[in-house]
């Protein structure tokens, strides 16, 4: 096996158990003499890898099936900016703009109502998180999103919104650290990050909630409604990225559960920002705030563009990929996702060390 060292931001490194199951279930699946790609999804093996899968979610989030329901849609969370609004948005709706995904998601918004942006940090091109919102308490909901994958901040603790119901976009940091996420009447994330393949959106929704915000008018595909009745199932769903995805929270149960993963993501994104904090500035952290900085994309600038593709060559002639920073920021960018593994951290660390020698 010759695997390199994977930093892309997305499809992202997998668990090396993951994949083998993958290739395992590629051939034959469950002594069921056919794979998984080639089974229907109304057979009994697949409607149980839902259940089974929605259960391990619902598991490692600490949430109850009375309560919420997980749905795989399609579309990526791209689809989520446009389905919530079109299902919740009444009048109005806060959204927290802290980049542009969270931009994306507010554009959507605007299509369908009044977006009040309860705050931002627009005005220096997203480096930190904002700490006041102007929250509106008769809103719709409140949208903001928990790692901006492009810029590498997070926002670490969850913003008080009293009443008003929750949404969160975590494509970028899904089931990587512990929270209290009873806070959130919807929760979404592309799988391509954390937890899967592209190709699938995982949608954790309240069921009270759901249940309450239909909106007339709305084409059948675009209603939660429609696929919570479904159990996923009214269109096809994507099988084989459910399977990976499943595997994947297998393996992070196996790992000591997101206790331990989130100690395991937060020395590794710990000994980034120590090399970058004790370089002398040969290397500068793109997030000053070390609240706001995120433990999944690590960003940090070295003196020129020249230098930084000096660094990202040598990086990727020792077997380090997809160091590159987001086009429309530049830099470096170092995602370092649950799957992530140490090793590859410490000798990213170490190779940091090296370069500025
Ligand atoms: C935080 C965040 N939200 C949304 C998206 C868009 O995801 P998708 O390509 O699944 O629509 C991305 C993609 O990188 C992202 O990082």
């Known amino acids: 096996m010759n695997r390199i060292h994977n930093f892309s931001a997305g499809p992202a490194v997998l ?3 993951v994949l083998e199951a993958a290739k395992q279930a ?25 259940d089974e899968t929605s259960a391990n979610v619902l598991e490692l989030m600490n949430l109850s099936s009375d309560d919420y329901t997980v749905l795989y849609l399609g579309g990526g969370a791209s689809m989520q900016f446009a389905m919530i609004p079109l299902n919740f948005m009444k009048t109005s709706a806060d959204y927290i703009n802290t980049g542009v995904w969270a931009k994306k998601a507010l554009a959507e918004g605007k299509l369908v109502g009044n977006v009040n942006v309860a ?15 102007n929250f509106d308490p008769k809103a719709d909901y409140v949208h903001y999103t928990t790692n901006n994958t492009i810029y590498g901040t997070r926002v670490k603790d969850i913003p008080n919104v009293g009443d008003v119901p929750l949404i969160c976009d975590m494509s970028s940091d899904l089931l990587s650290r512990n929270m209290d996420y009873s806070k959130f009447d919807l929760i979404y994330a592309g799988a391509q990050k954390n937890i899967g393949p592209s190709g699938v959106t995982l949608v954790v929704i309240k069921k009270s909630w759901a249940a309450k915000a239909e909106k007339e008018g709305n084409m ?5 409604s429609t696929h919570i009745g479904a159990d996923s199932m009214f269109n096809t769903p994507a099988v084989f990225p459910v399977f990976v995805i499943n595997e994947t929270l297998k393996w992070i149960k196996s790992e000591g559960g997101l206790d331990a993963v989130e100690k395991r993501n937060d020395h590794k994104a710990g000994l980034l920002y120590d090399a970058i904090d004790n370089s002398n500035s040969f290397y500068k952290a793109a997030v000053a ?12 600038n070295l ?10 060559k040598k990086a990727e002639a020792l077997n380090m990929s997809g160091l590159k920073g987001h086009r429309s920021v530049g830099g470096v960018r170092a995602s370092i996702y649950n799957a992530c593994p140490v090793e590859s951290v410490e000798l990213l660390v170490k ?3 090296d370069f500025r020698s």
């Open 303 to 312: 003196e020129s563009e020249e230098k930084e593709s000096e660094f990202i």
């Open 26 to 50: 590629s051939i034959e699946y469950n002594g069921c003499g056919m794979s998984v790609m080639e089974m229907s999804h109304r057979s009994k093996e697949i409607v149980s890898l839902f």
């Open 119 to 133: 705050a931002s940090s627009a005005d220096k091109n997203f480096n930190y998180i904002p700490k006041e919102f």
């Open 15 to 17: 668990p090396v158990p």
């Open 289 to 300: 705030n070390k609240d706001d900085r995120s433990t999944m994309n690590v960003t940090f």
């Open 220 to 224: 059948t595909m675009l209603k939660y």
């Open 351 to 353: 190779f940091m060390n």
